[in-house]
Nanobody, 122 residues
């Protein structure tokens, strides 16, 4: 099974930027859709952004226009560029491989990594 390792989190002031990375252990990573999730304290994990194997992207409404998901197949790496960060973006961020059901809903299929903490605070 593909191992995923997230990195790039940290403490940033509101309005700041961070770029998260997710490195996969296998090249088969490129055949799957991929996504970034986040989980804030006391809340359920939520899907933030997705990128299909063809490069099509989607975002949850709260991050549209501020976050950008991308992937570098040559490096087996997924990225999340986060700009104009808000305190409500504070969470542990995870990546995962995705499959899509018949109605278009994405589901994670890989093992969860340790995640990377993002804290937005002044």
């Amino acid at each position: 099974q593909v191992q995923l390792v997230e990195s790039g989190g940290g403490l940033v002031q509101p309005g700041g930027s961070l770029k998260l990375s997710c490195t996969a252990s296998e090249s088969s990573f490129s055949t799957y859709a991929m996504g970034w999730y986040r989980q804030a304290p006391g809340k359920q994990r939520e899907l933030v952004a997705t990128i299909s194997s063809k490069g099509n992207t989607n975002y949850r409404d709260s991050v549209k226009g501020r976050f950008t998901i991308s992937r570098d197949i040559t490096k087996n790496t997924l990225y999340l560029q986060m700009d104009s960060l808000k305190p409500e973006d504070t969470a542990v961020y995870y990546c995962n491989s995705l499959v899509r059901d018949i109605v278009g809903t994405y589901y994670p299929i890989g093992s969860w990594g340790q995640g990377t903490q993002v804290t937005v605070s002044s």
